[in-house]
C-alpha cells in the first residue's frame, strides 16, 4: 500500500461547513495526488503536488483547496462543502524511478448533507 | 489530451473461463498505459503497466495485457478466471500536458465471474 494513510476514512458534513482530508506518506515520494471517484466518471484529478508548498489545480479544482507544508502530507480542503462534493476521495502517489505507476490510499467516504 | 476508454460497463464470465477486460486509448506520442483493480470499499490496487517494449505486459495475480498499437488497445486478459477477480477494473493513461504525470482513468469495467 506504499504507506499510504488517508484520514478521516468516513464523514459526513452538512452543505456549507469546511471540511479538511488528509493524506499521509510514510516513503518520501515527491509526487502526490488528489482525485474523485463517482460513478460512471471513474476517478478526476483535483490537484496536485509536485514538492513542499508547490502545487497546482487538476481537472475538477473548483471548490476545492490543497496545502503541502511537509514531504508526509497532503490535504485536501472543501472550503464550503456542497452536495454535489458528495464523493470518495482517494489520495496517490507516484512511485519515484520512471514507471509514472501511482498507489494509492484507502479512500475518504464524504457525504454532504 | 491523453484518454482511455473501457467500453463495457459490466463483463460476466464463468469461473474457469479466460477474461478479456477491453480499453482503448486516444493518446499524441507513446503511451503510458496502467491498469488498476478496486475491491469493495477499498482503494486502487496496481496491476500492470505499459511503457515500452514488449507489447505483452505480465502483472499481478495472473492477470496480463496486450498493448496494441495498430488498434490503439490495451486489453486486461487471464487465461483462467477466478471467483475471486469479481471486482472493478481501470485502465489509465499518464497525461502528457501540465499534471504532474497524473493519470487520466477511464469509467471502469465491473467483473463478474460466476461459479
Known amino acids: 500500500d506504499a504507506g499510504i494513510t488517508q484520514s478521516p476514512r468516513h464523514k459526513v458534513t452538512e452543505t456549507g461547513t469546511p471540511v479538511t482530508l488528509r493524506c499521509h506518506q510514510t516513503?518520501?515520494?515527491?509526487?502526490m495526488y488528489w482525485y474523485r471517484q463517482d460513478p460512471g466518471h471513474g476517478l478526476r484529478l483535483i490537484h496536485y503536488?509536485?514538492?513542499?508548498?508547490?502545487?497546482d489545480k487538476g481537472e475538477v479544482s473548483d471548490g476545492y483547496s490543497v496545502s503541502r507544508s511537509k514531504t508526509e502530507d497532503f490535504l485536501l480542503t472543501l472550503e464550503s462543502a456542497t452536495s454535489s462534493q458528495t464523493s470518495v476521495y482517494f489520495c496517490?502517489?507516484?512511485?519515484?524511478?520512471?514507471?509514472?505507476?501511482?498507489?494509492f490510499g484507502p479512500g475518504t467516504r464524504l457525504t454532504v448533507t | 489530451a491523453q484518454s482511455v476508454a473501457q467500453p463495457e460497463d459490466q463483463v460476466n464470465v464463468a469461473e474457469g473461463n479466460p477474461l478479456t477486460v477491453k480499453c482503448t486509448y486516444s493518446?499524441?506520442?507513446?503511451?503510458?498505459l496502467f491498469w488498476y483493480v478496486q475491491y469493495p470499499n477499498r482503494g486502487l490496487q496496481f496491476l500492470l503497466k505499459y511503457i515500452t517494449g514488449d507489447n505483452l505486459v505480465k502483472g499481478s495475480y495472473g492477470f496480463e495485457a496486450e498493448f496494441n498499437k495498430s488498434q490503439t488497445s490495451f486489453h486486461l486478459k487471464k487465461p483462467s478466471a477466478l471467483v475471486s477477480d469479481s471486482a472493478l477494473y481501470f485502465c489509465a493513461v499518464r497525461d502528457m500536458g501540465n499534471s504532474g504525470y497524473a493519470l487520466n482513468f477511464g469509467k471502469g469495467t465491473s467483473l463478474l465471474v460466476t461459479p
Open positions: 493518446v499524441s506520442g507513446n503511451p503510458y
Open positions: 503536488s509536485y514538492g513542499v508548498k508547490d502545487t
Open positions: 516513503e518520501n515520494h515527491r509526487y
Open positions: 496517490a502517489i507516484r512511485a519515484s524511478g520512471g514507471g509514472h505507476e501511482q498507489y
